[in-house]
């Protein structure tokens, strides 16, 4: 199967903790993307992870590629209420034709 | 990176009547895309507007419902026909780059009524 299972489906936090967010698949998938959708917007690509135990950060977000490439988690440090938004998990199936997991729904409060 | 603009941004008709998105783009591409995204839910791919030629749909969607024009490399709109409270979401226009990047318009949320 291609399916992406992102997990949790929801998380409400307070401003200033820590969490994380997965999207597993049963398939080895040869690169992933994270994107982030806020609000009466379209989803907005953050990282591509591609190599096999890569991480990637950015600012406040670190991003891992699982060793065997099924797996990858994203975890933001000192939650800010702008990280507010659904984080997608997704990858490309050839052509451009990208599947994308259900989604992680983060509430930031303040 | 591409600058997408699509219109309506949102709307609100009638079960039974048609509705045409529009989405234009500030370069030439060559791949363009329409998603649906159902409330509360995720994005399906409709279909890739084939410029000069037919689109190519995604099972489940067909072109009686959902016909697609993309008559040049910077344009597409979309129609959702004969329209239910089913097919209530927002319907979003993406392009894609290279290294399999995806740029989308902000969207366009309809409710049917």
């Known amino acids: 199967t291609q399916l992406l299972e992102q997990s949790p489906q929801f998380l409400s936090i307070q401003e200033g903790e820590n969490l994380t967010v997965y999207c597993n698949s049963s398939s080895v998938f040869s690169s992933l993307q994270w994107y982030r959708q806020e609000p009466g917007e379209g989803p907005v690509l953050l990282v591509t992870?591609?190599?096999?135990?890569e991480v990637k950060k950015l600012k406040r977000l670190t991003f891992q590629f699982g060793d065997a490439r099924k797996d990858s988690s994203l975890h933001i440090t000192a939650a800010q209420t702008g990280d507010t938004g659904l984080y997608l998990c997704a990858r490309d199936t050839g052509g451009f034709k990208t599947i994308f997991g259900a989604g992680t729904r983060l509430f930031v409060k303040a | 990176s591409a600058v997408i603009s699509q219109k309506p941004s949102r709307d609100i008709c009638q079960r039974g009547t048609s509705l045409t998105i529009q989405c234009q783009v500030d370069?030439?591409?060559?791949?363009m895309f329409w998603y649906r995204q159902q409330p509360g839910q995720s994005l399906t791919l409709i279909a890739t507007?084939?410029?000069?030629?037919?689109?190519?749909?995604e099972s489940g969607f067909v072109i009686d419902k959902f016909p697609i024009s993309r008559p040049n490399l910077t344009f597409s709109t979309l129609t959702v026909s004969n329209m239910s409270p089913e097919d209530s979401s927002i319907y979003l226009c993406?392009?894609?780059?290279?290294?399999?990047?995806?740029?989308f318009g902000s969207g366009t949320q309809l409710s049917v009524l």
């Open positions: 370069s030439q591409v060559t791949m």
């Open positions: 993406s392009v894609g780059s290279g290294n399999e990047k995806l740029f």
């Open positions: 992870v591609v190599t096999g135990g």
């Open positions: 507007a084939n410029q000069g030629s037919e689109a190519t749909y």
